[in-house]
């Protein structure tokens, strides 16, 4: 059985949505990042632990939360005895606008996961690009690198568009596959 750790952060309680449905698809354990960028009890031993890594952030000014880079520098004793080493990584994000420069986000998940020497793995979901298109269609953000969510900044978290939750429910389920695939 593949252990799959959802290390994220979320300041309003929409990136903890897409968490949870991220961890859903892939049976994987919560690790929630809290208001001053630590990891819970017993978090380092549960990612130091997992087969496979998944980091999720909002976007926030163009760039994951202070939070989020606040335990990627700590991760760093990961790094320092390649502890992370050929685990596997994916990664997501959430933004109030349609596009929110949630790339760069996606970009700086994937820079750490490689510094750990890391296995990146998309989201392998073909996007919703046709004039029939709707809101709630699978990647409608139209993503590969990660999956990507919408919440305007006035919803709440109650909100979340039920497109991008399944979104995140079938990358859960990719990397689950995947991982599997790899310890296999």
Not at 6 to 31: C, D, I, K, M
Not at 57 to 86: I, L, N, V
Not at 98 to 107: P, V, Y
Not at 148 to 153: D, E, G, K, R, V
Request: glycine share 10%.
């Amino acid at each position: 059985m593949t252990r799959i750790a959802v290390v994220f952060h979320s300041g309003y309680g929409h990136t903890q949505r897409v968490a949870q449905s991220v961890a859903e698809g892939a049976n994987a354990t919560l690790v929630a990042i809290d208001a001053e960028g630590n990891l819970p009890e017993g978090g380092w031993d549960t990612l130091n632990s997992a087969d496979a890594i998944v980091f999720g952030s909002p976007t926030y000014m163009g760039m994951a939360s202070w939070q989020f880079k606040k335990f990627a520098d700590a991760s760093s004793k990961q790094w320092f005895s390649q502890g992370w080493k050929d685990k596997l990584f994916a990664g997501f994000t959430n933004s109030a606008t349609m596009n929110g420069d949630k790339l760069s986000t996606l970009h700086y998940l994937f820079t750490l996961a490689m510094q750990h020497g890391g296995i990146w793995v998309g989201t392998g979901m073909m996007p919703a690009n046709t004039k029939a298109s709707q809101r709630n269609d699978i990647n409608y953000v139209g993503s590969f690198a990660g999956a990507m969510a919408t919440s305007p900044s006035d919803s709440s978290a109650d909100e979340c568009l039920p497109g991008d939750l399944e979104t995140a429910k079938l990358f859960g389920k990719r990397i689950a596959e995947v991982a599997a695939r790899l310890k296999g």
